[in-house]
Nanobody, 122 residues
Framework: QVQLGESGGGLVQAGGSLRLSCATS????????MGWFRQAPGKEREFVAS????????SYADSVKGRFTISRANAKNTVYLQMNSLKPEDTAVYYC???????????????WGQGTQVTVSS
């Protein structure tokens, strides 16, 4: 298995940017599909983005397409989420996760970080 830890969250104004990082240990992240999910207060956890083993294939939720970019640096065992043009509705706890294959379902991801808070003010 792989252990995950997110960082980079914070408070920004609408229209601003943040870059989240997910540092990993245990197994090389090249062995896994990596994804980002988020959960707002009172709502279910939702899919944000995922990236395959090589980084050549990515998937995004419609709500973040054109604004967020997922990337991975396998040699550094790190995955990133660049978030631009942030909106108040992006406010949530963001989680990094690992899976065996490409999926947009949280149930398919077997390893999770503890999350990092992103707050976007109006």
């Amino acid at each position: 298995q792989v252990q995950l830890g997110e960082s980079g969250g914070g408070l920004v104004q609408a229209g601003g940017s943040l870059r989240l990082s997910c540092a990993t240990s245990g197994r090389p992240i090249g062995s896994y599909v990596m994804g980002w999910f988020r959960q707002a207060p009172g709502k279910e956890r939702e899919f944000v983005a995922s990236i395959n083993w090589s980084g050549r294939s990515t998937s995004y939720a419609d709500s973040v397409k054109g604004r967020f970019t997922i990337s991975r640096a396998n040699a550094k065992n790190t995955v990133y989420l660049q978030m631009n043009s942030l909106k108040p509705e992006d406010t949530a706890v963001y989680y990094c996760a690992a899976a065996a294959y490409m999926s947009d379902s949280a149930r398919d991801f077997h390893s999770w970080g503890q999350g990092t808070q992103v707050t976007v003010s109006s």
